[in-house]
């Protein structure tokens, strides 16, 4: 198993500004996902985290809006660029090893 | 805390009764396929799983089914419970790489 930590928890943020939410294994992995949840509605994959690479984006979200590092294999950041109120959601790490695990989540809200 | 089932749809049980939720996934090469329970402000949380060479599966309490001539998923659960009442979704994979979530399904259980 896998106990991921996810901070903040929640956060209010002014329009045009940035959030970086940190997300801590306890465990090394090899694979590490970062996840949108908007309001009312199911899990969308942003990017995998890749270790001493960069992370490689779906389809609909890019490197500008959603920078993301991954300095080693228990720790990850995703950064939310120039935010506006759309991009009030719950963002969500993840793990995976011998199954999915997920983190705690971000609720931003972006005023 | 705001609810992120606000918005899916809701299957409502009588306390004891069983309850079937279903999902349809998209992708006939998938070959793993998950059940998720999120409880409000929590992040998704591990129920059942089962692999594409078989069509059923049992835990505690709860069966997963697998069709996969439909590409129909559904979870069973047995005897609800209060504590059962959350946001259940599916997710399917391929060869252990990133998971696809479905809409996710609100379960209220009456007392």
């Known amino acids: 198993s896998a106990v991921i930590s996810q901070k903040p928890s929640r956060d209010i943020c002014q329009r045009g500004t940035s959030l970086t939410i940190q997300c801590q294994v306890d465990s090394q992995v090899t694979m590490m996902f970062w996840y949108r949840q908007q309001p009312g509605q199911s899990l969308t994959l942003i990017a995998t985290?890749?270790?001493?690479?960069?992370?490689?984006?779906e389809s609909g979200f890019v490197i500008d809006k959603f920078p993301i590092s991954r300095p080693n294999l228990t720790f990850s950041t995703l950064t939310v660029s120039n935010m506006s109120p759309e991009d009030s959601s719950i963002y969500l790490c993840?793990?995976?090893?011998?199954?999915?695990?997920f983190g705690q989540g971000t609720r931003l809200t972006v005023v | 805390g705001e609810s992120v089932g606000l918005h899916l749809p809701t299957l409502s049980v009588q306390e004891g009764d069983n309850s079937i939720i279903n999902c349809a996934y998209s992708?006939?090469?998938?070959?793993?396929f998950i059940w998720y329970k999120q409880e409000s402000g929590k992040g998704p949380q591990f129920i059942i799983d089962?692999?594409?060479?078989?069509d059923k599966r049992q835990g505690q309490r709860v069966t997963v089914l697998l069709n996969k001539t439909v590409k129909h998923l559904s979870l069973q659960i047995a005897a609800t419970q209060p504590g059962d009442s959350a946001v259940y979704f599916c997710?399917?994979?391929?060869?252990?790489?990133?998971?696809?979530f479905g809409k996710g399904i609100t379960l209220s259980v009456r007392p």
């Open positions: 993840s793990v995976y090893t011998t199954e999915a695990f």
């Open positions: 992708n006939s090469a998938s070959d793993y």
């Open positions: 997710a399917e994979t391929r060869a252990n790489s990133k998971l696809t």
């Open positions: 089962i692999r594409s060479n078989m």
């Open positions: 985290a890749n270790q001493g690479s960069e992370a490689t984006y």
